[in-house]
T-cell receptor, first 114, second 112 residues
Framework: DTGVSQDPRHKITKRGQNVTFRCDPISEHNRLYWYRQTLGQGPEFLTYFQNEAQLEKSRLLSDRFSAERPKGSFSTLEIQRTEQGDSAMYLC????????????FGEGSRLTVL | QKEVEQDPGPLSVPEGAIVSLNCTYSNSAFQYFMWYRQYSRKGPELLMYTYSSGNKEDGRFTAQVDKSSKYISLFIRDSQPSDSATYLCAMKTNFGNEKLTFGTGTRLTIIP
């Protein structure tokens, strides 16, 4: 078990471009989460999957953001028409069923929008 | 006003000192309380987990929750340079609502 894996670790893009991040959770974990963290702030909840079902979305997740977990394994987070305000660390976490609040985070994907 | 307030620090203490970190919150529905540790350029890792009020001890770490005051604390005894990190408090409401609400984090440095 290698933990939660995120790719890419760092993405630099120009304003208006689309970007996609991938997260591979710990294999036996049913739940998968996306959080966003900006400098000097704590992580902010974006969305949550249980298996392939997206059960909760934050109002922070505007129409430009979409997340999928098609087969209940890996997940992708796509940001369309990026804005400078999207620059942040995008954190993925997973947890097994039966535990609540005990998240296992990846190392994050840092997005810089120029 | 944020739901969870945490002093961002930075906090610097000498090695071996007792460290006290704390958070206040406004949402009385919070029932689960966590402390995560985050090293620079890494994801957070769970340090302590408490349900409802009371104390929990794990080695050099003690977590306290006072729901009547809406106040939680983390104490670190015999602090080590390896404890230097950002400490994030996190909270959630009932089982089934899986959204965690984090504080801003307190940046801690232990001076050898």
């Amino acid at each position: 078990d290698t933990g939660v894996s995120q790719d890419p670790r760092h993405k630099i893009t120009k304003r208006g471009q689309n970007v996609t991040f991938r997260c591979d959770p710990i294999s036996e974990h049913n739940r998968l989460y996306w959080y966003r963290q900006t400098l000097g702030q704590g992580p902010e909840f974006l969305t949550y999957f249980q298996n392939e079902a997206q059960l909760e979305k934050s109002r922070l997740l505007s129409d430009r953001f979409s997340a999928e977990r098609p087969k209940g394994s890996f997940s992708t987070l796509e940001i369309q028409r990026t804005e400078q305000g999207d620059s942040a660390m995008y954190l993925c976490a997973s947890s097994p069923m039966g535990l609540t609040g005990e998240l296992f985070f990846g190392e994050g994907s840092r997005l810089t929008v120029l | 006003q944020k739901e969870v307030e945490q002093d961002p620090g930075p906090l610097s203490v000498p090695e071996g000192a007792i460290v006290s970190l704390n958070c206040t919150y406004s949402n009385s529905a919070f029932q689960y309380f966590m402390w995560y540790r985050q090293y620079s350029r890494k994801g957070p890792e769970l340090l302590m987990y408490t349900y409802s009020s009371g104390n929990k001890e794990d080695g050099r770490f003690t977590a306290q929750v006072d729901k009547s005051s809406k106040y939680i604390s983390l104490f670190i005894r015999d602090s080590q340079p390896s404890d230097s990190a950002t400490y994030l408090c996190a909270m959630k409401t009932n089982f089934g609502n899986e959204k965690l609400t984090f504080g801003t984090g307190t940046r801690l440095t232990i001076i050898p």
